[in-house]
């Protein structure tokens, strides 16, 4: 079962304002049912907001999602947040507050479209759990860890599993699986 993280309104805007919805949801994928055009997409987040678990779990017609409200300070759990999101090429998350996440598992899984991704505003030093983080983003060339902390991280099976285009990974020496268990 899914974990719904706190109610957010989303606004769905067509890019030539033509049409304009607001609604309130607990799921967003129930509610990303974009008609056939380009559309952004404005997310006002709850400000006690403290899961993100499953938040784009298969919304399968987001190609772009930039952060800049978003405020993830109290966020522990981020696991399968875009897990199955098949067309995403790009992702922002340089305002995302990662330092008291514990749980990244399936964070980017089956991220297909997915080219280039920069991890660097990321705080991972109390994450213990990363198994599958990037599993099957077949089309991912670079990832950039270089502030990636892995000193508490006792699982990370296959965490960059089929990634079959993978050819440059950026990470520092903070990057070890010293006490990994699985």
Do not use: W
């Not at 799921?27 to 987040?45: A, H, S, T």
């Not at 981020?78 to 999101?85: I, P």
């Not at 990244?104 to 505003?121: A, G, K, V, Y």
């Amino acid at each position: 079962s899914k974990v719904k993280c706190s109610v957010y309104t989303l606004k769905k805007e067509k890019v030539n304002d033509d049409a304009i919805t607001n609604d309130t949801e607990e799921n967003l994928q129930k509610k990303i049912k974009l008609p056939k055009g380009d559309f952004r997409v404005i997310l006002e987040f709850d400000k006690k907001l403290t899961s993100c678990k499953n938040m784009f779990y298969k919304c399968n017609k987001i190609r772009r999602i930039t952060f800049s409200l978003m405020d993830t300070k109290n966020v522990t759990d981020m696991s399968h947040m875009f897990d199955g999101c098949i067309i995403l090429k790009e992702v922002n998350v340089d305002n995302f507050n990662t330092e008291k996440v514990k749980n990244m598992e399936f964070m980017f899984n089956d991220c297909l479209s997915l080219i280039h991704l920069d991890l660097t505003s990321f705080n991972t030093q109390k994450v213990t759990e990363m198994s599958n983080m990037f599993t099957s983003c077949t089309q991912l060339t670079s990832l950039t860890l270089l502030t990636f902390n892995t000193q508490n991280v006792i699982n990370m099976p296959n965490i960059f599993g089929n990634c079959s285009s993978l050819s440059k990974i950026y990470f520092s020496d903070l990057f070890n699986n010293e006490n990994v268990i699985n």
